[in-house]
T-cell receptor
Framework: QKEVEQDPGPLSVPEGAIVSLNCTYS??????FMWYRQYSRKGPELLMY????GNKEDGRFTAQVDKSSKYISLFIRDSQPSDSATYLC??????????????FGQGTILTVHP | SAVISQKPSRDICQRGTSLTIQCQVD?????MFWYRQQPGQSLTLIAT?????????ESGFVIDKFPISRPNLTFSTLTVSNMSPEDSSIYLC????????FGQGTRLTVV
């Protein structure tokens, strides 16, 4: 079993839809959680970063963390064609020698149709 | 935030040769990280580069294959040695401040 499992697989939605991306993890030592967007032939771009359980909102993006269930989500409201990219969840342990090291989910390829 | 520049952005190399990738950060950071992203895959951590000490490698990665230098707090290099087609990947450097930022990556193709 992978430490981080990301779903869904490739996702295609119409413009304006609400998108839900999810990751589950098995390592209870993970303390911080991030979502990245990666356009083709580009490096990952940080979208959301959080330490705590609960919701964090930034514009059209909402990150949700449930540490008790080991589950994180990213919601995209009013999706746009420019949101078409690969979305990666990532998580890490802030302690000691693990500081800064991230474990990534497999990624979800999102396509938003005009 | 941090701005990270990587060179080269892409290269095509012959098998058996080596390529050195450079990573420059716009601020001083204690640790820099090197990741590999194989075609169609997610990111896997190769090693952590600390200034003034040997890099620490993750399971499955060894210094002879991926030697790393960290001469100061804003710069690091990763060398991919004795390349084979299986090394064709995107190589990315990252810093944690504490959230992690990435460079644009180096797209390596080994023929």
């Amino acid at each position: 079993q992978k430490e981080v499992e990301q779903d869904p697989g490739p996702l295609s939605v119409p413009e304006g839809a609400i998108v839900s991306l999810n990751c589950t993890y098995s390592n209870s030592a993970f303390q911080y959680f991030m979502w990245y967007r990666q356009y083709s032939r580009k490096g990952p771009e940080l979208l959301m970063y959080t330490y705590s359980s609960g919701n964090k909102e930034d514009g059209r993006f909402t990150a949700q963390v449930d540490k008790s269930s080991k589950y994180i989500s990213l919601f995209i409201r009013d999706s746009q064609p420019s949101d078409s990219a690969t979305y990666l969840c990532a998580m890490g342990n802030a302690g000691g020698t693990s500081y800064g090291k991230l474990t990534f989910g497999q990624g979800t390829i999102l396509t938003v149709h005009p | 935030s941090a701005v990270i520049s990587q060179k080269p952005s892409r290269d095509i190399c012959q098998r058996g040769t080596s390529l050195t990738i450079q990573c420059q950060v716009d601020s001083q950071v204690t640790m820099m990280f090197w990741y590999r992203q194989q075609p169609g895959q997610s990111l896997t951590l190769i090693a952590t580069a600390n200034q003034g000490s040997e890099a620490t490698y993750e399971s499955g990665f060894v210094i002879d294959k991926f030697p790393i230098s960290r001469p100061n707090l804003t710069f690091s290099t990763l060398t991919v040695s004795n390349m084979s087609p299986e090394d064709s990947s995107i190589y990315l450097c990252s810093v944690a401040v504490p959230e992690a930022f990435f460079g644009q990556g180096t797209r390596l193709t080994v023929v």
